[in-house]
């Protein structure tokens, strides 16, 4: 199953008739869909008047295919008469006038009314709502594949994004594994080296040498459980391990990979709060980088 974006865009359009021999009559509708990301699934719809009945078959045809993401439908209506203006009828003209003079004779300031308010209260009244309900649903149908696609190309782009990273941290957290061993046993001599030094010559016998020995062992021993990161290396490979899986599994996926991108964060950050080397403290930033540069992603797949 693939991964999928909650980002997309798309429209769809009535064929003009037209072109086929037999000339368009009435009104055509138009619709767009465009999503980004959100928590939930959040739905808004922009229609006109002679549309709004169709909202509650939109909202359930898009119920039954998104899953997550802020979703704006637009829809309108596109004239392809011809010709492109309608004549008002006499008995429309006259029902008008009379609504205008009862209506003058209480306002007699009310403006007459203009040839544009009486072409668009006489194309109101030649609407026909019902006949669009059936192509604006087939509109919607093309609209949502076309989204999907497009999600779905997007999400492709996001999981190569997101498997690259993956690749990134493996190879930091290869590198960091052997520090601390190295560490150890470098601070282990340290500690060594200056109990012998703070004994001096004279106390160099077997019995003080031994204590020194012991001294520093017991020193390097507290400092390497303080610094030691291999169950942080550990957790943050399963984590890295989840998250592969999940990508390959595709679906709704979104949620989990956020909550495990935030386990990722709070590895990274031990391991640069226990860091006791230059080398480990930039392991540290890098994987906070890349950790960082995937949680941005994240926000974006459903």
Excluded: C
Excluded at 59 to 76: D, I, T
Excluded at 284 to 296: A, G, P
């Amino acid at each position: 199953m693939a991964v999928y974006s909650m980002t997309g865009f798309a429209t769809a359009h009535t064929a003009p008739q037209g072109e086929a021999g037999a000339a368009a009559t009435g009104s055509g509708p138009g619709l767009e869909i465009r999503s980004v990301n959100s928590r939930f699934l959040d739905l808004v719809f922009k229609l006109p008047e002679e549309l709004r009945g169709t909202e509650p078959a939109l909202r359930e045809l898009l119920n039954s295919r998104l899953k997550r993401g802020k979703v704006e439908l637009r829809a309108w209506t596109e004239n392809r008469s011809e010709p492109s203006i309608r004549s008002p009828g006499v008995g429309e003209l006259q029902r008008l006038v009379g609504v205008q003079d009862a209506i003058r004779a209480w306002l007699p300031t009310a403006a007459p009314l203009s040839v544009a308010e009486v072409m668009q209260l006489t194309g109101r009244q030649a609407a026909a709502p019902g006949n669009q309900h059936d192509p604006l649903m087939e509109l919607a149908t093309q609209a949502l594949d076309a989204l999907l696609a497009a999600r779905a190309r997007e999400g492709e782009r996001l999981a190569a994004m997101l498997t690259d990273r993956l690749g990134q941290l493996r190879t930091l957290a290869r590198e960091a594994a052997p520090l601390i061993p190295q560490l150890v046993a470098l601070q282990r001599q340290r500690f060594l080296d200056r109990w012998n030094e703070a004994l001096g010559p004279e106390a160099a016998t077997v019995g003080a040498t031994e204590q020194a020995r012991d001294r520093a062992l017991t020193e390097a021993t507290a400092y390497a459980i303080r610094i030691d990161v291999a169950e942080e290396l550990t957790r943050l490979g399963s984590h890295l391990e989840e998250i592969e899986r999940l990508i390959r599994k595709g679906g709704e996926v979104g949620k989990r990979l956020d909550f495990l991108i935030q386990e990722l964060h709070r590895e990274a950050n031990t391991l640069g709060s226990k860091s006791s080397s230059i080398e480990l403290t930039r392991i540290s930033v890098d994987m906070k980088v890349l950790i960082e540069q995937m949680r941005e992603q994240v926000q974006n797949i459903e």
